[in-house]
């Protein structure tokens, strides 16, 4: 949901019941020194985190839970509502908990245990708990890592806040409460379960945007007893009850609504209360909106998070270890993120956490698990790819050497994707050209070579380049696109000769088959295109071909059409072209449509001087009708634009090569005589007035054959 949808929402809600509706850049990657993050959660945790080594250790709760993580609350008043004051925390494991959660602990630090509840085990090494507050208590222990742990007795009874559970649509119909009710009960793959402020939102926070089943389960507090009033607006399926009972239904697929049309009313007491929201949207951003109108309000409006009871968020602190002087830790922070073409790169900060000293002269070094290491006790690293990385921190401590991993799952922070804040692409690829490109995981390296590339740091791209083909090996689809960007690269620093090597040396690197002809393929083009060794080309298409599969083996097959094409074999040229077509059953007739409707596009593109436009018209026409490239008009039309462009020579070549793979055209004197013409434009004299000849032996009934003769006449 764009941002506009939520300022319409605001301005469009603001009437009476029933009315109509009317930052800083990334520090150097490995850099040994305190960071200094763009966002000001990174110092804050950074104080937070240095802080535990000099607080006082607690007595142990049970020596059977090998570990246990502090975590601390910033402030805190009881509300005195019926129910427990709850708090919720996310912090890493380590890798240390059980699978499904059950030997987690909550306590005091007095060690009285409280009920908790695991909210979500993951991704990576992470866990989301929420758990009773007594008190005032602002610090409370997690304890984990019991083999033998069962699972708690009881579990939290959640009655605060507005907690979002959300699945993966597994179908079925939604009219109604009962129908949407039976998709939930079906929905067995959790995508998120958190808190929220509130139920207002247009995106999905746990992830992906489509297809979804959530409910929130909220509670808020109504001020005074009376007459509520309350709107939803969704797209696709939603109801709410309130206490139990149905207030709205608005289900079905739909937009969602702009107004208050939607609404239901309910007496309610003083005091609080809980409202279900249902929510499935099996297309589309989740638009969500629950609004309301209290006694003697004047009109309806979204709720906002205060009008529902608080939930603490707390801080975890560094990790502690039963019976151990010394225990290094760290948290991962996401520091930032920077975006290109159509891709997100992520800026983690990480801090070593100690219990205990670790002594003056300790050591740090950390591997981020995508090929790179760095060291010092506060670094920062730019993840290229998402997906999971298993960080290692070795320490150097007093007590000896100790290791501590986590899995980190990198990805956009889906919380934060209405937010346009992004750290500098430039400085990005600053921190990335002192990669060590020798190890870096060759999927990563790809897309530090497209950064580098993007950047004009011509040299760190070729060193990431020769890195890759060092190896003997690389995985397929990362090998194919990686050498994909190196080759291109060659092709526009002038190297084309160089390119195609590249290409080729992919070919030894990976076992796929559609990987190695794809790469020969690629070969087979700039051999073909730019080198001019049609025979080396002809091998490289018919050696993809052995291999191609699917898209590849029309773009092998292509290729050998274009090489029969330059060497003036028609009939070899037709039959590669035909058996390279997209396999697709046409009626009568629509072939010839397609290709008047292409080159309509490309005449309406020239019209206006899209030039770019224009050859995607054509490139799109010559691999879909490849046989087209045989009859003349496609190349009248490559011709006109290449002059337009100021490209005479190329011009020039593509007229001859028409002409001489099948005379017979009918715009072959037509193409001709802009090759003369381009030859002129080019300087190429000599080439000239063999042209204008070709013109008035080869089409002496063409009206060009007479304006040939008078300039071949001419002074």
Known sequence: MGKGWVRMWHGRLAHAKGGAGGKGGPRTHGQDAHATPAKAIGLVLAAALLAVAAQPCQAWWNAEWQYRRPVVLGGYE??????????????????????????????????????????????????????????????????????????????????????????????????????????????????????????????????????????????????????????????????????????????????????????????????????????????????????????????????????????????PQGLQQNGQAVTVDFIPVHAGESFMVDRYFQRYAFEVVTAGSPGSDASWQWDFGDGTTAGGKSVEHIYLVGGEYIVTLTAGTRAGKQTRTNRLYVHRPWELVTQTGLDSLGEYAAAVAEYNFTTLRADALAEAMDLLRRADDNDAVAAAGEALLARDTAPAAAAVKAIGIYSRFLQAQGQPDKAAQVLLRGVEMVADARAKAALLVGAGRITLDELGDADEALKLFERALDGAAEATVEEARRGVGDVHRLTGDLDGAREAYERAAPQRAMLPGQELFEAGNFARHVEAYTLVKDYASAQAALDEWAQQLPACKLDGYWSLLQVKLYLLRGEHLAAAGEAEVLVGVNPQSNYGAELLMLAANAYHRAGKTDKVRPTLEAIVAKYPESTHAADAAEALAGP
């Open 78 to 315: 009881p509300t005195d509502l019926p129910g427990d004051d709850i708090a919720v925390v996310t912090m890493p494991t380590a890798g240390l908990t059980a699978a499904d959660g059950r030997d987690i602990r909550v306590t005091t630090k007095g060690g009285r245990v409280v009920a908790h509840r695991v909210l979500m085990i993951g991704p990576g090494d992470q866990v989301t708990v929420a758990f009773a507050l007594l008190g005032k208590a602002d610090r409370y222990f997690v304890y984990f890592a019991n083999a033998d742990a069962e699972a708690p007795p009881e579990q939290l009874e959640i009655q605060r806040g507005v907690l979002q559970e959300t699945w993966k649509y597994p179908g079925g119909a939604i009219g109604t409460l009962a129908q949407v009710q039976a998709v939930l009960d079906k929905a067995d793959t959790l995508v998120g379960r958190g808190f929220r402020g509130h139920i207002f939102q247009g995106y999905n926070p746990f992830g992906p945007n489509e297809d979804l089943a959530s409910v929130f389960t909220a509670y808020f507090v109504a001020p005074v007893d009376g007459e509520y009033t309350f709107c939803t607006s969704s797209r696709n399926a939603s109801f709410l009850e309130i206490d139990g009972g149905l207030i709205v239904a608005n289900g079905g697929r739909h937009p969602p609504q702009a107004n208050v049309s939607k609404q239901g009313d309910i007496e309610l007491t003083a005091g609080l209360h809980r409202a279900r929201f249902y929510h499935v949207s099996p297309q589309g951003d989740p638009v969500v909106v629950l609004a309301w109108q209290a006694p003697g309000g004047e009109r309806i409006w979204p709720m906002l998070p205060r009008e529902f009871t608080p939930v603490v968020r707390a801080e």
